[in-house]
């Protein structure tokens, strides 16, 4: 045997390496995920050589063997793949950054692209495993060649390479996993359940089985308590992803279990999109729509994201930039081949391949919505339930910028359909002479239904959007118009109902009440902008609205909110309904009795704080007025 002396690092590659173990990756687990990703290009490597050479080897005859011996303290990766004779150890495993995988890639550009699709690219991976070992072995014969090689290192002292035996071609790389320390355990790398996990969690779609020797224990026969183990090679990987198989070839079923297994949801989700995209953005995707939304959702605790894969390696958990924030309820996953990793491949550099597969997939969840609204109402209904406030929210957020991409997936209930509609589907049965969109603010539909307000809007056909969500007026007003037709609210005090002749009539009265409308004013000083003669009630005495852009809703809305010290007022208008008894007795209050008009005005103005949902500012002189008129 030949025995080569021990040669030193590059000064820079020392301190390169030095570097690797102790910066590039913030997860000391992905060792393995490098070391089966070389495994699985190996592999490739050689499978490729077959087809070009006719060698007769299948992809069937490859697979990846892990051992774990955990009195040695070792991780073995074997693989069958082309082996590495000394010049490729070398040169890959002794030049840092050097990737004989990349050059493989380059060297075959003009083959078809599934052939040579390696992972491998950096060169940097698998002295990843220094982070776990204080020794690595590779043991290696490269296919076709009688000799092996046993290249060896304890990091950045340097390493070794002596001549050596093997059977069969392929590599087995052997890392002596290092003792725990008080801060820091490598013990669980030891642990058969460990290492199935992270075959699951980084490389469950490599496309080789990754196999290891795993133990069951069972009962013993004919005992109640004796446990007997045994040993059988399981094959750990799914290796073909579903996101990979034909949308034909897959059942509702098998998708539902995907999800429910992936993101860990009991329910199944709503709905599922398969995508495979090519051009400007080549991605496959596979998206699902939770059928709940998790009890995080509306919570800060709630990470948005979708998983994010290169080739079927896993690269990212979670990664957020791929979803927009108005559809964060989206659970899924991206594979692209396309995508400029960074060296750690843990995260993206800022990349514009991203950004693209972000924006197609936007447009993908909204068409998909946009289907589901128009095709399968009633579960579209279910999934605005669910997360139509975070819709809402992503328009205002948005400045408005959103909104020709969301204002069509809007609903709100409407006074005449009694259900939840579209805006779109609201302007085709718009009355003739109708030009804007009428809505009301409450806190629920019974209660706006029953706002004094909506009576006479209601008797003379109007539909009205009913808007239960404190988001909802907000939104609306970041939406200017719908289709060139405004927003208006039938509690703001401009919103005009009245037919011409009305309008005369109305004037007419109020001329002739001006002094006792401003003697009011003047007893609500403080309280309210103005006291005016109603257009919009029919069998109610008063009500409350609001001049300006600022509506009562949002008063209380923007006043709930914590640490809000501004706590911005509507201009509150109380309107009197001059066609109610109750106008004539304070005409003839105005004229006989002004301590009681003042008692009545106030009463009048509370009860329409009450109708609108806010407070009486103090119920104890309230109720003492009321009971004083009751004696
Ligand atoms: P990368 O995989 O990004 O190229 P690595 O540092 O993980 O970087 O590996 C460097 C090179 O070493 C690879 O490109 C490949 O040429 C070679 N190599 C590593 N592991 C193996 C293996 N199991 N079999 C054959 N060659 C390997």
């Known amino acids: 045997m030949l025995f080569m002396a021990k040669k030193q690092f590059k000064a ?3 301190r390169l390496l030095e570097m690797m173990i102790n910066s590039i990756y913030t997860h000391k687990e992905i060792f393995l995920r490098e070391l089966i990703s070389n495994a699985s290009d190996a592999m490739d490597k050689l499978y490729f050589k077959s087809m070009q050479e006719n060698l007769g080897i299948t992809r069937e005859d490859l697979s990846i063997m892990l051992d774990v011996n955990k009195e040695n303290r070792t991780i073995t990766i074997k693989d069958c793949g082309i082996g590495m004779d000394k010049d490729d150890l070398e040169n890959n495993l002794g030049v840092i950054a050097q990737s004989g995988s990349f050059k493989f890639k380059q060297e075959n550009a003009d083959t078809d692209k599934e052939e040579v699709d390696v992972i491998g690219q950096f060169g940097v991976g698998f002295y990843s495993a220094f982070m776990v070992a204080e020794k690595v072995t590779v043991l290696t014969k490269k296919y076709g060649e009688d000799t092996a090689y046993l290249w060896e290192s304890s990091g950045v002292d340097g390493y070794t390479i002596t001549e050596s035996e093997k059977e069969g071609y392929g590599s087995e790389i052997t890392l002596y996993i290092k003792e725990s320390t008080e801060d820091e355990s490598y ?5 058969e359940y460990k290492i199935k996990s992270l075959v699951k969690r980084y490389s469950d779609y490599i496309r080789y089985p ?10 013993k026969e004919g005992t109640e308590n004796e446990y007997e183990e045994h040993k059988c090679v399981e094959t750990l990987n799914s290796m073909v992803p579903i996101w990979k198989k034909n949308k034909t070839e897959l059942t509702d079923e098998e998708y539902n279990e995907f999800y429910k297994e992936k993101f860990l949801d009991y329910s199944d989700p709503l709905t599922h999109i398969h995508s495979k995209t090519e051009g400007t953005a080549t991605y496959n995707a596979l998206l699902f729509i939770p059928g709940k939304a998790p009890f995080d959702y509306y919570s800060k605790d709630y990470e948005k994201g979708l998983q994010l894969y290169s080739s079927g390696v896993l690269i990212m958990e979670k990664c957020a930039d791929l979803l927009p924030d108005y559809f964060s309820f989206v659970k899924g996953l991206v594979d692209s081949e396309d995508l400029s990793l960074n060296i750690s491949r843990e995260m993206l550099q800022h990349d514009k391949q991203l950004k ?10 909204k068409n998909e919505l946009k289907k589901m609204l128009n095709n399968e109402r009633e579960k579209y209904e279910e999934f605005w339930k669910n997360f139509g406030l975070q819709i809402k929210f992503g328009l205002y957020s948005g400045y408005g910028m959103n909104k020709e991409l969301l204002k ?7 006074s005449s359909e009694k259900k939840l509609t579209t805006i779109d589907e609201y302007i085709t049965r718009m009355k003739e002479d109708q030009k804007v969109i009428y809505f009301a603010s409450g806190e629920t539909v019974a209660k706006i239904d029953c706002l004094p307000q909506t009576e006479m809007i209601k008797e003379k056909g109007y539909e009205i959007l009913y808007l239960t969500d404190s988001i909802d007026e907000f939104t609306l007003q970041m939406l200017v118009d719908y289709d060139g037709k405004e927003f208006k609210s039938i509690q703001s005090s401009d919103t005009d109902f009245e037919t011409e002749e009305e309008k005369n009539e109305k004037k007419e009265k109020a001329e002739e009440n001006k002094d006792m409308l401003e003697e009011m004013k003047k007893l609500l000083e403080g309280k309210v902008a103005d006291v005016r003669l109603s257009s919009r009630l029919r069998s109610h005495p008063v009500c409350l609205t609001s001049d300006g852009a600022l509506s009562i809703e ?8 914590p640490d809000n010290n501004s706590k911005p007022k509507a201009d509150k208008v109380l309107e009197i309904n001059a066609n109610h008894a109750i106008f004539d007795k304070l005409r003839s209050l105005y004229e006989t009795d002004k301590e009681k008009l003042s008692a009545y ?9 009450l109708i609108e949902g806010i407070d009486i500012e103090d119920p104890v002189d309230y109720c003492n007025k009321v009971c004083s008129l009751m004696l």
């Open 554 to 561: 949002m008063e209380k809305v923007l006043g709930a909110m």
């Open 356 to 365: 693209l597969i972000e924006r197609s997939i936007e447009r993908t969840i």
């Open 187 to 191: 013990d669980d790398f030891l642990a």
């Open 601 to 609: 005005t106030d009463i009048l103005y509370q009860q329409a704080r």
């Open 210 to 219: 990754i196999k290891m020797e795993c133990t069951h224990r069972h009962l």
């Open 408 to 414: 069509d997936l809007l609903m709100f209930y409407s």
């Open 12 to 14: 820079e590659s020392k």
